[in-house]
């Protein structure tokens, strides 16, 4: 089926209300709260009209209107767009009348706003999973007044940022905010069982003249997962247990602030038969790191 996706005409008015009222109903938004009590339904020709605002209509092979999308200001949100009212009829979904609306709306909302909202109900998946593969991120909390409490799920998508966007080099504060931003994101999927989503478990061995002989960095991270990154004797210390004794006090330390799992990893010229001592365990082998070489990968239950 081919589609025609244009304007909004005065004769599109009824077709419009008549299918997002359809889609409404099929996913019980027939009610207060939601674009149900709109005053505007029937209006869309009039109502779009006004600077920033636009709305398309998807047209079948009969002439028949199937589905629909808009984009208006955000009432309180300067530079952010709405998009709204975008609903097709079953026939028209997986057809790619959706995508065609979006990227018309997108193109509109792109020269004119910074971000993109929008509203939609929890039990629409499949419109989450659509909006998500055209670059919309989930946020917490509704943005602006819209008037739809009844809508419970919120999307927001960057508009700007194509033309001047570049690659550089991170500082120290890049990378903390990158960190805060997977924590974030980590957080928002599975909550962390910690207090902190890294909380450090490094500890080192010292001679009485407090000259460092041994270290091991180690992390606790999101949820009580042990990882060691780095274990190092000093040469003449090797072979008398002290790397044994540091990598149990890590483990303690851990165990004591609720860790259940540990890993590392090891190249074949460093230690994997140590840490099978200790009870780890291989899961996972990289090959020809270094070149000619293998790179371990072991868990331990604490
Ligand atoms: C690997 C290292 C941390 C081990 O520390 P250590 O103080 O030398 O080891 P320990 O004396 O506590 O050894 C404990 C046991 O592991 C064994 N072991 C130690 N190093 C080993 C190795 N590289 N491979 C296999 N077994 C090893 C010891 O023989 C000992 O066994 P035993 O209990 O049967 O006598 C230390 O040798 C080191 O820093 N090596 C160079 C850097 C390195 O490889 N770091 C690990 C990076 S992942």
Same mark, same amino acid.
Not at 30 to 38: E, F, I, L, Q
Not at 77 to 85: D, R, W
Not at 136 to 165: Q, S
Not at 290 to 297: M, Q
């Given at each position: 089926?081919?589609?025609?996706?244009?304007?909004?005409?005065?004769?599109?008015?009824?077709?419009?209300?008549?299918?997002?009222?359809?889609?409404?109903?099929?996913?019980?938004? =027939?009610?207060?709260?939601?674009?149900?009590?709109?005053? =505007?339904?029937?209006? @869309?020709?009039?109502?779009?009209? $006004?600077?920033?605002?636009?709305?398309?209509?998807?047209?079948?092979?009969?002439?028949?209107?199937?589905? +629909?999308?808009?984009?208006?200001?955000?009432?309180?949100?300067? !530079?952010?767009?709405?998009?709204?009212?975008?609903?097709?009829?079953?026939?028209?979904?997986?057809?790619?009348?959706?995508?065609?609306?979006?990227?018309?709306?997108?193109?509109?909302?792109?020269?004119?706003?910074?971000?993109?909202?929008?509203?939609? @109900?929890?039990?629409?998946?499949?419109?989450?999973?659509?909006?998500?593969?055209?670059?919309?991120?989930?946020?917490?909390? &509704?943005? #602006?007044?819209?008037?739809? @409490?009844?809508? =419970?799920?919120?999307?927001?998508?960057?508009?700007?940022? #194509?033309?001047?966007?570049?690659?550089?080099?991170?500082?120290?504060? =890049?990378?903390?905010?990158?960190?805060?931003? /997977?924590?974030?994101?980590?957080?928002?999927?599975?909550?962390?069982?910690?207090?902190?989503?890294?909380?450090?478990?490094?500890?080192?061995?010292?001679?009485?003249?407090?000259? /460092?002989?041994?270290?091991? $960095?180690?992390?606790? *991270?999101?949820?009580?997962?042990?990882?060691?990154? %780095? %274990?190092?004797?000093?040469?003449?210390?090797?072979?008398? !247990?002290?790397? %044994?004794?540091?990598?149990?006090?890590?483990?303690?330390?851990?165990?004591?602030?609720?860790? *259940?799992?540990?890993?590392?990893?090891?190249?074949? @010229?460093?230690?994997?038969?140590?840490?099978?001592?200790? +009870?780890?365990? %291989?899961?996972?082998?990289?090959?020809?790191?270094? &070149? !000619?070489?293998?790179?371990?990968?072991?868990?331990?239950?604490?």
């Amino acid at each position: 089926m081919n589609y025609i996706i244009r304007e909004i005409e005065p004769r599109d008015n009824a077709a419009v209300e008549a299918v997002i009222r359809a889609c409404l109903v099929e996913f019980g938004g =027939d009610r207060p709260g939601t674009a149900w009590m709109d005053p =505007d339904l029937g209006r @869309f020709s009039e109502v779009y009209r $006004s600077e920033g605002r636009k709305y398309w209509v998807a047209e079948n092979e009969s002439g028949r209107v199937v589905g +629909g999308a808009g984009v208006g200001e955000l009432p309180g949100v300067p !530079g952010v767009c709405e998009l709204q009212k975008m609903y097709c009829l079953p026939e028209a979904r997986g057809t790619g009348a959706a995508r065609r609306l979006m990227a018309e709306a997108l193109a509109f909302a792109r020269e004119r706003y910074e971000k993109c909202y929008l509203e939609t @109900f929890g039990n629409m998946k499949a419109a989450h999973r659509f909006y998500e593969k055209h670059g919309f991120h989930r946020i917490a909390e &509704p943005l #602006g007044r819209t008037g739809h @409490f009844g809508c =419970d799920v919120m999307y927001l998508k960057e508009l700007k940022g #194509g033309a001047g966007r570049r690659i550089e080099p991170c500082s120290e504060d =890049d990378i903390k905010a990158v960190a805060d931003g /997977i924590n974030a994101y980590n957080a928002s999927q599975v909550p962390f069982t910690q207090p902190r989503p890294w909380v450090d478990m490094s500890r080192k061995v010292v001679d009485e003249n407090g000259k /460092i002989i041994a270290g091991c $960095s180690a992390v606790m *991270y999101g949820w009580r997962v042990l990882y060691v990154e %780095l %274990l190092w004797v000093d040469e003449p210390w090797r072979r008398q !247990g002290v790397g %044994l004794e540091l990598l149990r006090a890590v483990e303690d330390e851990a165990r004591r602030q609720g860790a *259940y799992l540990a890993h590392l990893d090891t190249f074949d @010229f460093q230690a994997r038969g140590f840490y099978e001592k200790q +009870g780890y365990a %291989l899961f996972g082998t990289l090959e020809d790191v270094p &070149p !000619g070489h293998r790179r371990y990968y072991l868990q331990k239950r604490l």
